[in-house]
């Protein structure tokens, strides 16, 4: 069964500064997808970013980017630039890619709070 | 920007009374999803859904749980018979597709905050 690690319980950042979240998953799949999920204190989840197993290069999206290192099955977080409207709970997702029946099922992590000092 | 809604945001309920929590699905998706989120703990896997079935389900679906679309927009999750325990975040999620060029990313609904007494 593929599970998600997310060893930083919670993290704080000052404003203006930068912050890496970790993730590790375990899975014996090659095909398979990440994503980071932000969740606010209103509980929404909100896709961050996401990244193919398949692909090389790392995703990125405006100040957020993922370091995705598939050897070490390791897909860390990073928030350049921190604003105060970063502050929520992250979690990391596994979605595997069964070439069409994998039924859509996210595996989480248990989350990170990340803190924003101004 | 097409999104995912639910209904309704908060229901309180009675031990034992059934639930029915709402959501429309983003309208060209067709993969759906139920999760739920137990205070404090990480989001869990219930249920999918496509093309009017059940596609996989979590251990925690069980027969006291049923998911329907009764219509072209809508997707329902049931609770027969609540349980103390069943008090969670309901999330609602759709995808265009199961894999394959972002069509699998799933799309999350604000939530419905189930509190049973």
């Known amino acids: 069964a593929q599970t998600v690690t997310q060893s930083q319980p919670e993290m704080s950042v000052q404003e203006a500064e930068t912050v890496t979240l970790s993730c590790t998953y375990d899975t014996s799949e090659s095909d398979y997808y990440l994503f980071w999920y932000k969740q606010p204190p209103s509980r929404q989840m909100i896709l961050v970013i996401r990244q193919e197993a398949y692909k090389q290069q790392n995703a990125t999206e405006n100040r957020f980017s993922v370091n995705f290192q598939k050897a070490a099955k390791s897909f860390s977080l990073k928030i350049s630039d921190s604003q105060l409207g970063d502050a929520a709970m992250y979690f990391c997702?596994?979605?595997?890619?069964?070439?069409?029946?994998?039924?859509?099922?996210?595996?989480f992590g248990q989350g990170t709070i990340l803190t924003v000092h101004p | 920007e097409p999104e995912v809604t639910q209904t309704p945001s908060h229901q309180v309920t009675q031990m034992g009374q059934e639930v029915i929590l709402r959501c429309v699905p983003i309208s060209n998706h067709l993969y759906f999803y139920w999760y739920r989120q137990i205070l404090g703990q990480k989001v869990e896997f219930l249920v999918s859904f496509y093309n009017n079935e059940i596609s996989e389900k979590s251990e925690i679906f069980d027969d006291q749980f049923s998911v329907e679309r009764p219509d072209g927009s809508n997707f329902t999750l049931k609770i027969r018979s609540t349980k103390l325990e069943d008090s969670a975040m309901y999330f609602c999620?759709?995808?265009?597709?199961?894999?394959?060029?972002?069509?699998?990313?799933?799309?999350f609904g604000p939530g419905t905050r189930l509190l049973v007494l």
């Open positions: 997702a596994y979605l595997w890619d069964a070439g069409g029946t994998s039924y859509g099922k996210l595996t």
């Open positions: 999620a759709s995808s265009e597709a199961e894999t394959g060029g972002g069509q699998e990313t799933q799309y």
